[in-house]
């Protein structure tokens, strides 16, 4: 999967201009819970991924109000689709959560990017 240059560009402008639920996450998750190793504002394609854990191929988002619109939900079907092709797993939260339950977002994304072992 190829990355066109101007979406990395994108990811750089992104990772100045991070939301506060974005950067409270980004906080926790730097310090790299169960051994996972974080990437902010990541580049995969024609795509920016909010968090991206390579280990795992877990994407993390963050989900803005924006994210509600009938155009927004197609435009996330699509992109989420497009991710489970290349086999990369896409976790959603709202930004209320993050904010006011941000141990219980950690606890779901290291849940989801460890292994179980049956």
Known sequence: MKTPARTYAR???LRWAMTA??????AMLRK???????????PVGPYVL????PS??????????????????VRDAVRDAWLEAYRVRV????????LE????VIASIV???TPSVA
């Not at 790299?32 to 990541?42: D, E, G, P, S, Y």
């Not at 988002?61 to 619109?69: I, Q």
């Not at 339950?101 to 219980?104: L, V």
């Open 50 to 53: 909010d968090f991206y854990c």
């Open 21 to 26: 639920p974005e950067r409270t996450l980004w």
């Open 91 to 98: 976790l959603r939260f709202p930004a209320a959560d993050v």
């Open 111 to 113: 849940q989801t990017a």
């Open 11 to 13: 990811a750089r402008q």
């Open 56 to 73: 795992a191929r877990l994407c993390v988002e963050v989900d803005e109000p924006a994210h509600g619109e009938p155009a927004q939900i």
């Open 101 to 104: 339950r941000p141990a219980a």
């Open 32 to 42: 790299r819970q169960q051994a996972l190793r974080f990437r902010k504002q990541h």
